[in-house]
């Protein structure tokens, strides 16, 4: 089996910052990109952003210039440094993972989502 647990999501002023966590665990051969998604009340799940293994980078253009997303390997850990925060940053945040296991299987695995309010 292979988890994916995030941390470090809460209650964050406007112009704040916060930084998500998220380790894989398990029977993991390698692991592909890895990024983020999000989803607000009401809205769809989005693409935040998005690191692959060679580290190449997307992110959305929302988020451009104010997040950024970096991985250790060496941890199967992918982060999200979000500065800036917006009110509209709120949502529950994903993290995701392609990821092969050591018996062969490729498939997207998802965390269990993190809150990210931001209010006054």
């Known amino acids: 089996q292979v988890q994916l647990v995030e941390s470090g999501g809460g209650l964050v002023q406007p112009g704040g910052s916060l930084r998500l966590s998220c380790a894989a665990s398990?029977?993991?051969?390698?692991?592909?990109?890895m990024g983020w998604y999000r989803q607000a009340p009401g809205k769809e799940r989005e693409q935040v952003a998005a690191?692959?293994?060679?580290?190449?980078?997307t992110y959305a253009d929302s988020v451009k210039g104010r997040f950024t997303v970096s991985r250790d390997d060496a941890k199967n850990t992918v982060y999200l440094q979000m500065n800036s925060l917006k009110p509209e940053d709120t949502a529950v945040y994903y993290c995701?993972?392609?990821?092969?296991?050591?018996?062969?299987?490729?498939?997207?695995?998802w965390g269990q989502g993190t809150q990210v309010t931001v209010s006054s």
């Open positions: 995701n993972a392609e990821i092969q296991t050591v018996w062969g299987l490729l498939r997207d695995y």
């Open positions: 398990g029977n993991i051969f390698s692991i592909n990109a």
């Open positions: 690191v692959t293994s060679g580290g190449s980078t």
